[in-house]
T-cell receptor
Framework: NAGVTQTPKFRVLKTGQSMTLLCAQD?????MYWYRQDPGMGLRLIHY???????AKGEVPDGYNVSRLKKQNFLLGLESAAPSQTSVYFC????????????????FGQGTRLTVV | TQLLEQSPQFLSIQEGENLTVYCNSS?????LQWYRQEPGEGPVLLVT?????EVKKLKRLTFQFGDARKDSSLHITAAQPGDTGLYLC????????????FGEGTQLTVNP
């Protein structure tokens, strides 16, 4: 059971280059999220999706775009990378509803360490 | 400003000591969660608290949800080096539906 898989795990980009981070989950979860984590900080929400074909902005969406064409995949794109986007990126997914109410558990990938020079 | 504010940001203690970490907000949450993250890994869920005033225990860890559902605390009794890690609270506001946001985290180091 793979859970949440992120590719690539590491990447170095030059300023102005573009790239796409892929997140794939095999748990049939409705919700998917992209976060960035900087030193000394928690997770900041970039974009999220509540289902196939839908996306929404999080706390820090500028400079990023996302797509969710298939339920199991959530793509994060950087159109023109900037050094400020150097960070560790985490993808997460969770079920829409739990059996006993309250938030359902979010499952995370291993992260993508991105450096923009 | 962060929606969920955690304190302290850093905590370094000796093995056997007790500690409490706080997660506060001015917003009401439908429920709150606590995650633990180790270096190079994604966060892993410890607990979900749903009802105002709820207390949950997980071995030496005790979690409490505030009566007004705006805050939570994590208390660790007799901390061990294996408790070292980044502790994160997370939640969805009552008015937000599905937007899962995290606090800044508390980096805990337990020295042998």
């Amino acid at each position: 059971n793979a859970g949440v898989t992120q590719t690539p795990k590491f990447r170095v980009l030059k300023t102005g280059q573009s790239m796409t981070l892929l997140c794939a989950q095999d748990m049939n979860h409705e919700y998917m999220y992209w976060y960035r984590q900087d030193p000394g900080m928690g997770l900041r929400l970039i974009h999220y999706s509540v289902g196939e074909g839908t996306t929404a902005k999080g706390e820090v969406p500028d400079g990023y775009n996302v797509s969710r064409l298939k339920k199991q995949n959530f793509l994060l794109g950087l159109e023109s990378a900037a050094p400020s986007q150097t960070s560790v990126y985490f993808c997460a997914s969770r079920r829409f509803r739990g059996n006993r109410g309250g938030l359902t558990e979010a499952f995370f990938g291993q992260g993508t360490r991105l450096t923009v020079v | 400003t962060q929606l969920l504010e955690q304190s302290p940001q850093f905590l370094s203690i000796q093995e056997g000591e007790n500690l409490t970490v706080y997660c506060n907000s001015s917003s009401v949450f439908s429920s709150l969660q606590w995650y633990r993250q180790e270096p190079g890994e994604g966060p892993v869920l410890l607990v979900t608290v749903v009802t105002g005033g709820e207390v949950k225990k997980l071995k030496r860890l005790t979690f409490q949800f505030g009566d007004a559902r705006k805050d939570s605390s994590l208390h660790i009794t007799a901390a061990q080096p294996g408790d070292t890690g980044l502790y994160l609270c997370a939640g969805v506001r009552e008015t937000s539906g599905s937007r899962l946001t995290f606090g800044e985290g508390t980096q805990l180091t337990v020295n042998p």
